[in-house]
């Protein structure tokens, strides 16, 4: 198993700050994507979820916050 991160980049046609509150409020992360049982946007902050392409294909997904810039 590679341990190397993935970084994934994206350009957003949106305003700054709903691209931010979609990536850092744990609210509007389950209205885009996932819900996680809490979410701090702080340095250090780990968390885990699972999620798929389809319900057969699901995969452990573990975070870590490495970095904040609002």
């Known amino acids: 198993m590679n ?3 993935i970084v994934l980049e ?3 046609n949106a305003p700054i700050d709903k691209v ?3 990536l850092t409020k744990n609210e509007e ?3 885009w994507y996932f819900q996680l ?3 701090i946007p702080v340095v250090g902050f780990e968390f885990r ?3 798929g392409p389809a319900a057969d ?3 452990l997904h573990i975070c ?3 970095e904040v810039k609002p």
């Open 3 to 5: 341990n190397q991160p």
């Open 10 to 12: 994206r350009v957003f």
């Open 20 to 22: 931010w509150n979609a």
């Open 29 to 31: 992360m389950k209205i």
């Open 37 to 39: 049982p809490e979410f």
């Open 49 to 51: 979820f699972t999620g």
């Open 57 to 59: 294909r699901q995969y």
């Open 64 to 66: 870590e916050i490495t």
